[in-house]
């Protein structure tokens, strides 16, 4: 067969290909619209390729339909990012120590970062000081549906459980081997732009607090 004939036979099997795709991609749960806008720009490297008059081997996934395929790609990656569990918390959020009010005794965290993971799961990460100056560093990943999830890390707690109250809320509670060591609450900003937590405990040395930390989203 020659490669004109070739071509004729590709060319509706890429358009068949690009409706596939769309149709499954508006039927997706988001945890799949973020898997297929990791892997569905990978297609077009896996298409046949030819070798050109001068040798040159050239994919027969034509210009056009890899625009198509990546265009998709990146709408559903932006549907995924949007609306996932995380909502308007998910992003690196930094401390502004001006407008905080950190409990003596306590941990500062000056950097969190929200991230979104498959199948509705969200990690969370904090880098900041302890009460001595030293620095920390913890890492947490779970739902947010009220269930006791491992965090990484942390001297004062080893679970951590977060609960959902809107878009833009999370209340959390921490425990160490199977005590409260302290509650809290997340609000995110109507605007998005800031949060605040509320947190409310007991220091190692059996001391009550309360921290107040305002924090900022970082703009990438």
Same mark, same amino acid.
């Given at each position: 067969m020659s490669h004109a004939a070739e071509r004729l036979q590709i060319i509706p099997a890429e358009h068949a290909l690009f409706s596939f795709l769309f149709q499954?991609?508006?039927?997706?749960?988001?945890?799949?619209?973020?898997f297929f806008a990791r892997t569905a720009s990978k297609l077009i490297h896996q298409f046949?390729?030819?070798?050109?008059v001068d040798l040159r081997r050239k994919s027969l996934l034509d210009a056009g339909m890899k625009i198509k395929i990546i265009a998709l790609s990146l709408g559903f990656l932006f549907a995924a990012g949007t609306a996932f569990a995380g909502g308007?918390?998910?992003g690196v959020?930094?401390?502004?120590?001006?407008?905080?009010?950190?409990?003596?005794?306590? $941990?500062?965290? $000056?950097k969190v970062v929200y991230d979104d993971l498959l199948g509705d799961r969200i990690k969370?990460? $904090?880098?900041g000081?302890?009460?001595?100056?030293?620095k920390t560093h913890t890492e947490w990943k779970g739902k947010f549906d009220g269930q006791d999830y491992a965090v990484k890390g942390d001297p004062t707690s080893d679970m951590r459980a977060y609960t959902k109250v809107d878009d833009h809320?999370?209340?959390?509670?921490?425990?160490?081997?199977?005590?409260?060591?302290?509650?809290?609450?997340?609000?995110?900003?109507?605007?998005?732009?800031?949060r605040k937590v509320t947190l409310n405990g007991t220091t190692p040395n059996g001391k009550k607090f309360k921290t107040v930390a305002v924090y900022q989203k970082q703009l990438l």
């Open positions: 499954w991609g508006m039927r997706a749960d988001l945890a799949e619209a973020a046949p390729v030819e070798k050109s308007p918390l998910i959020w930094r401390l502004n120590e001006a407008g905080s009010n950190i409990a003596p005794g306590t $941990t500062k965290n $000056t969370v990460e $904090t880098w000081v302890d009460a001595a100056g030293k809320t999370v209340t959390m509670v921490s425990k160490k081997a199977g005590k409260v060591v302290n509650t809290g609450r997340v609000e995110v900003s109507a605007d998005g732009k800031s």
